[in-house]
């Protein structure tokens, strides 16, 4: 068609930018791109737009498209072209928002990596809502996701811990670097049923039985907690495993080799301002101890020798210079530093009645998973984790994610779902089907902006995976359930009383069951229930 106008069409791109307009007198959709192309193929933008409206107009599934402005082109879809979303929302089922643009990428994602010296805290249960999602996310679009556990189970942190329990055992006070909590004393007490004669042992012995035992009871407690919460890993990564293995020591070895390592006031340094890092990082302590980073440097290895394309990782507030370190590793063995990609998630508060909840029942100082839970329940718990991005620190109103009003985003789109629902069951006690629906009839306005919405579930998806941002599905879930909500209100689904049931009924109970199987999928990529009764 531009070719007709003497215009040059190899440089039209491959896929064109449309979005939904925000006034929906503009039509379903709009696009700007013969403002973007104009200057390339030689012509002014209206007249591009002109020519693209004319051959859009002429073609099937098209009912207008008119140009506006400088050149914004607004399209609005035949009944039949949008009844198509419906019918393709309801064939996919279970798959509709699926895509394959990370199909065969291997991705290690490793999220919540807890030390096991106590309960998961509130940072940790964010990163325990938000992986998880995203890990589903990712893996509707085709990636291979393996869900991975770094088990911090070396160094100094775990000495506290020990120390701790030998203390609560012995009825003294927790030691001042230790840890507090009526955990510790419960944990010290099964030590001690396991190993009744723990503190009769030479103090070596009885340090090595309590660290153990009490680090497996720990980390069991962990894994059973994320597990009621609705998470599971498919590794649990040993870190103490990096350093009897020796990988640890052959990782060093190896950027000693390279001349990334070097040797400065008895300790060994990596090169990492070479590599884009802030400052350079000591690997090897000058009391030879190897540095925290010195396990990092060897996992990352371990990751990308186990075949992974991309290793994420997901980490708190606080681990901002890991970004720098971690490329910084990768660059140094000779790697793409683009094979890492760290996430950094802000802070959760709780708050009641305005307040700001402190204190833990069982952890003492830090408010816990379990807390969390307790108070609000797994699905609103995961949903109001989820639902903002993990660049914003969030303020958690236990009242309001705990109450059964509209006002709670979680019941707000769980109650759409169970709503429709109930539409099915009653549809089934009048006998009425919506196979083989006429889905052209459905021209209501209430009806195309319910339609459209749920056309734009795939996309929503597709970005959510692109930018790791599993809140775009919380936010996609609640503006679908609202504008279910006000289809309802405007367009009956059932016949009342005399009247009987006609196609009209049918296409609209259609549209229904594609609306209730898209709330149904994004629930599911959060982790969140759909119940089908409220």
Not at 328 to 347: K, L, W
Not at 389 to 402: F, G, K, T
Not at 446 to 469: H, S
Request: glycine share 10%; net charge negative; charged share 25%.
């Amino acid at each position: 068609m531009l070719a007709e106008h003497g215009l040059d069409v190899s440089v039209l791109p491959a896929t064109l930018t449309v979005e939904r307009p925000r006034n929906p007198e503009h039509g379903d959709y709009a696009t700007n791109v013969a403002m973007q192309l104009a200057k390339k193929v030689g012509t002014n933008p209206r007249d591009l737009a002109t020519w693209l409206a004319a051959a859009l107009t002429a073609s099937a599934g098209i009912e207008s498209a008119e140009v506006a402005g400088p050149g914004f082109l607004n399209i609005r879809l035949a009944a039949d072209a949008q009844g198509a979303i419906v019918a393709k929302a309801l064939e996919a089922g279970g798959t509709f928002g699926a895509g394959d643009a990370l199909a065969g990428k291997r991705i290690n994602l490793e999220f919540v990596s807890a030390n096991p010296t106590g309960p998961i805290h509130l940072g940790g249960t964010r990163w325990a809502a938000v992986g998880d999602a995203l890990g589903r996310i990712l893996a509707t679009q085709g990636a291979d996701v393996t869900r991975e556990y770094y088990f911090n189970d070396h160094g100094a942190q775990i000495d506290r811990f020990t120390r701790s329990l030998i203390a609560a055992a012995k009825g003294e006070p927790a030691p001042e670097d230790g840890y507090a909590g009526a955990y510790i004393g419960d944990i010290a007490t099964e030590v001690q049923t396991q190993a009744p004669d723990v503190l009769d042992l030479p103090e070596t012995e009885q340090h090595e039985t309590f660290r153990s035992i009490g680090v497996e009871l720990m980390f069991e407690h962990i894994k059973r907690t994320l597990h009621e919460f609705g998470v599971d890993f498919d590794v649990y990564f040993h870190e103490n495993s990096l350093f009897e293995s020796g990988a640890v020591e052959k990782a060093v070895e190896t950027l000693k080799g390279s001349g990334n390592l070097y040797h400065e006031d008895g300790a060994w340094w990596l090169k990492s301002t070479d590599f884009g890092d802030d400052k350079d990082r000591v690997v090897i302590k000058s009391d030879g101890n190897a540095a925290y980073i010195a396990g990092d440097i060897a996992y990352f290895q371990d990751k990308r020798a186990r075949g992974f394309d991309l290793c994420i990782y997901m980490l708190g507030a606080d681990h901002h210079g890991y970004i720098g370190r971690l490329k910084a590793a990768a660059a140094a063995f000779g790697d793409d530093p683009d094979t890492v990609e760290v996430m950094i998630g802000q802070m959760v508060n709780l708050v009641r009645g305005g307040v700001a909840v402190k204190m833990s029942k069982r952890a003492g100082t830090v408010i816990t998973l379990d807390d969390l839970v307790e108070s609000i329940g797994v699905d609103a718990a995961r949903y109001s984790l989820v639902r903002s991005s993990v660049d914003q620190s969030i303020d958690i109103d236990l009242e309001l994610w705990a109450s059964t009003t509209n006002e709670n985003p979680v019941y707000y789109v769980q109650y759409a779902h169970a709503r429709l629902c109930s539409i099915a069951r009653n549809a089934a006690d009048l006998g009425l089907s919506a196979e083989n629906p006429n889905l052209g009839l459905l021209t209501h306005d209430r009806e195309g902006d319910l339609i459209r919405t749920i056309g734009d579930y795939p996309g929503v998806v597709a970005k959510a995976a692109d930018l790791r941002e599993p809140h775009r599905i919380a936010r996609y879930l609640e503006e679908l359930a609202g504008t279910y909500h006000r289809f309802y209100d405007a367009c009956r689904v059932l016949p009342q009383g005399d009247e009987e049931a006609g196609e009209l009924h049918a296409a609209r109970l259609a549209l229904c069951a594609a609306s209730r199987q898209v709330l149904a999928n994004g629930l599911a990529l959060l982790g969140v229930s759909a119940p089908e009764r409220m």
